[in-house]
């Protein structure tokens, strides 16, 4: 490591911002605050969901991780990361709180921490240093001292009711929201006792090489061995727990390109009134963008039998003519067992099988390749994870059309460091509570390969590096 190295990391932050200005410019258009809102509608906001914008911001991103990663001390660097856990504990205090609608009410002049304490009944000193740690990381403004300001990153929690409706409310305050406060009351509570068990976990001879879905760190820290996630989950004492695993599923939306669903495939390309099958679809919500775009098309929503009563009821409030139309079906059905539509165009699968080992995940495109006509296709959507190191031929899997990656600028590392981060944590996160994984290409079409599947393509919308879409035909028949 030389200034020289550090130097063009700089560099690379400083063309990945003539980028943005150029493209904001060229509509006369500002780059957001930090000290406001987030409006996802907002102009500027569409310049850079841009591909061009998206990649400089990822640049941004990694360059500038990497700059702190190498010229800050060791040590203080390594003792940040030990923290990391706090942060999520006191945002997900505030959130609990409402805080976020609370501050959405007063606008940018802030609110003293007095008041919000005494609005919500808490110690004002705790909140303050809550608020302020926050802060520290962007998330807030602490516009004068003690008083705080929603921002553009505390806002993405606001539930999207008023602070005095969420006060009158006795049910789920996560519902009908964009699922991102769920996702942390999901991850920073139900979840948590897995990150405290994972080191026994990994190193018990009696658990350390278990790929079984009963047999988690999750499900060691929690104290529900012998059963599986999704089963504990519905049972009556974690119905607050299921509903945030459903509403935040909505969060998961934001791991993609906006509306990537849209290109993952050639939609409009299906004949009239075909059927498209989303496996495991949870409460529908990535069919809903395909819903509203293409009016030829059919869905049937599988999933398992509580999940897919919450779906139906969503349904029937966001889009009242769906269901009763029958251009959106619902039906409870195991993975596991044989699939019983045999004329579906498109079997849909997003976010399933990370939640499974290997074995278990062929054992459930099996299924769908015996139900396969010879036109249909499978849309795998799922995290392509990519190696921190250069990419090598087998991850590039050059073979497949849209899986190579673009190389990176120097000296960054192949997977554009912390821009892969998410992924990464989701990996994590999926090992410690599902014995299951974020996959590379390879172990991607490993399973397929395994269930008679071949890739035929792989669609990054929009140059995304992270996140594909792979469009599989079926092979001869498996048993
Ligand atoms: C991570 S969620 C993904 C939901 C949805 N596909 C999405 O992308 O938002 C996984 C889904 O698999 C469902 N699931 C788990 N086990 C299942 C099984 N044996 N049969 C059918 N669905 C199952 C869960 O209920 C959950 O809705």
């Not at 240093?129 to 990381?137: Q, V």
């Not at 921002?151 to 789920?172: C, E, F, H, P």
């Not at 398992?304 to 409030?317: D, E, L, Y």
């Not at 015996?370 to 250069?390: F, K, M, W």
């Amino acid at each position: 490591m030389t200034i020289a190295t550090l130097r063009k990391l700089a560099a690379i932050i400083n063309a990945a911002l003539d980028t943005l200005e150029r493209e904001l410019a060229a509509e006369s258009l500002e780059f957001p605050t930090l000290d406001a809102p987030y409006d996802s509608t907002a102009p500027p906001e569409g310049v850079l969901e841009r591909e061009s914008a998206a990649h400089a911001i990822d640049l941004i991103v990694a360059a500038s991780s990497q700059l702190c990663a190498s010229v800050r001390k060791p040590t203080l660097t390594m003792v940040e990361l030990a923290w990391q856990h706090m942060l999520p504990a006191a945002l997900r205090f505030l959130t609990a709180i409402d805080v976020i609608e609370l501050l959405a009410d007063v606008g940018p002049q802030g609110m003293h921490v007095q008041d919000i304490a005494q609005k919500a009944d808490v110690d004002s000193e705790k909140l303050a240093h809550a608020l302020r740690f926050c802060a520290t990381y962007h998330v807030f403004t602490e516009v004068a001292p003690d008083v705080f300001a929603n921002n553009r990153l505390s806002s993405v929690l606001n539930k999207g009711k008023s602070y005095d409706v969420l006060q009158t409310m006795s049910g789920s305050k996560y519902e009908d929201t964009n699922g991102h406060a769920a996702w942390l009351e999901l991850n920073s509570s139900t979840f948590l006792p897995a990150a405290a068990s994972l080191t026994q976990h990994n190193t018990d001879p009696r658990t350390k090489f278990s790929k079984e879905p009963t047999c988690t760190a999750l499900a060691r820290g929690a104290g529900f061995e012998g059963k599986s996630l999704f089963a504990w989950l519905e049972e009556p004492q974690n119905g607050p727990a299921l509903q945030a695993f459903g509403v935040s599923m909505r969060a998961t939306e934001a791991w993609e390109t906006q509306d990537a669903i849209l290109e993952a495939f050639d939609w409009s390309s299906l004949p009239e009134g075909s059927v498209v099958v989303d496996i495991g679809g949870g409460i529908g919500n990535i069919v809903f963008p395909l819903y509203e775009r293409f009016p030829h098309l059919r869905f049937e929503v599988q999933d398992r039998g509580k999940t897919c009563m919450h779906g139906q009821a969503v349904w029937n409030k966001k889009y009242p003519d769906a269901i009763a139309s029958g251009r959106v079906t619902f039906r409870e059905h195991n993975f596991f067992e044989a699939q019983p539509r045999t004329d579906a165009a498109v079997f849909l699968i997003r976010h399933c099988v990370h939640n499974w080992a290997d074995a278990y995940a062929v054992k459930i495109l099996q299924h769908l390749r015996n139900a396969a006509q010879p036109s249909t296709r499978l849309v795998v959507a799922e995290h392509i994870l990519p190696y921190a190191c250069a990419a090598s031929v087998l991850d590039a899997r050059s073979d497949i059309p849209g899986a190579s990656l673009e190389p990176v600028p120097e000296p960054l590392l192949a997977n554009l460091g912390r821009v892969c981060g998410n992924a990464c944590s989701l990996d994590q996160l999926m090992q410690s509570i599902l014995n299951a994984k974020e996959r590379t290409l390879e172990e991607h079409a490993r399973i397929l390969e395994g269930s008679a599947w071949k890739i035929e393509r792989v669609n990054r919308v929009r140059g995304d590096r992270l996140y594909g879409h792979i469009v599989a035909a079926p092979q001869s028949r498996v048993g």
